[in-house]
């Protein structure tokens, strides 16, 4: 018997474990052309911003030693469009619709966050935290607890009560779990981790930034190991709060590390940009894997590298469990 793929984040029932991340399928449609969207647990759309921005100038984006690096600059066409033209089409062919939410203010954020969990269809929002404050000097929201708990608070305020809250943390900060506990106390329904990794590259040819604006995020398998280590620190912390894992993703055997380390879902980026039917690759993979394990159910995964040493696996309590 196959076992059961299915998972929860909080209060919302996902079919798989396997999501996309957030900037690396767009609405769907560019990975639609290669598999069934509606076979994977959920499409996290590239953020949505309030109005159309044209984002950074090329080149956006270099490739790094198990990654890549990335400065687009949040391009996009803005939340009206979003809502009339590419959410409709990603609910229109089944799939499930995590929207994230970019802002460059606490405002803004709030306003993102009425008008898009108005709409029918939305599962669930994440918040990017990863976006300049304008008021602190144009550090990230993520840098500090209290500003990125400030948002999370106007965003859970002003969103729908039935459409949870993840917000996206950074993995290079002081103190991941302050930040997550701050989210947290800020009435955050779960936690997405992580975000990309600041960092630069410069081209031998030129010997310029390789990427427009020097600085970008590091993506891609490089980052895994410290993606799964703020996922394992932040469910210790906080045991009863839903997680979505991300950071390198590319195998079943990556997704199993992260639900091992507390996350309900693990989230397939950069490798979609080299192989656009990963994810239904990796689903596959899951499968297999967890036969191999001889575990029946996905929720008795998460969570596993907290318990004792040949402790059966079973995670019936655990925030993704059944």
Known sequence: MSPDLRTRLGSVHLDNPVLTAAGCAGTGRELAAFFDISRIGAVITKSVMLEPRAGRPAPRVAETPSGMLSAT?????????FLQRDLPWLLS???????????????EYAELARRVSEAPGVSFLEVNLSCANPSDQGR?????PREAARVVHAVRSHARSDVPVFAKLAADVPD?????????????DGLSLVNTVRGMAIDPRSLRPAVAGGMGGVSGPAIRPIAVGCVYEVHAALPELPIIGSGGVRTGADV????????????????NFH?????????????EALTEHGVRRVADVIGAAHRPMGAPL???DAPGGA
Do not use: K, M, Y
């Open 314 to 316: 079973g995670g019936a």
């Open 256 to 271: 199993l590390e992260f639900l091992a380390a507390g996350a309900s879902a693990a989230a397939v980026g950069t490798v």
């Open 140 to 144: 990230h929201f993520t840098d500090d």
């Open 275 to 287: 192989d656009p039917s990963a994810c239904v690759r990796i689903l596959r993979e899951v499968e």
């Open 93 to 107: 062919r089944g799939g499930r619709a995590g929207v994230s939410l970019a802002g460059s203010g606490v405002a």
């Open 73 to 81: 600059g949040l391009q996009g066409p803005g939340v009206e469009v």
């Open 176 to 188: 991941p779990v302050a930040l997550a506990e701050a989210c947290a106390e800020a009435r955050a």
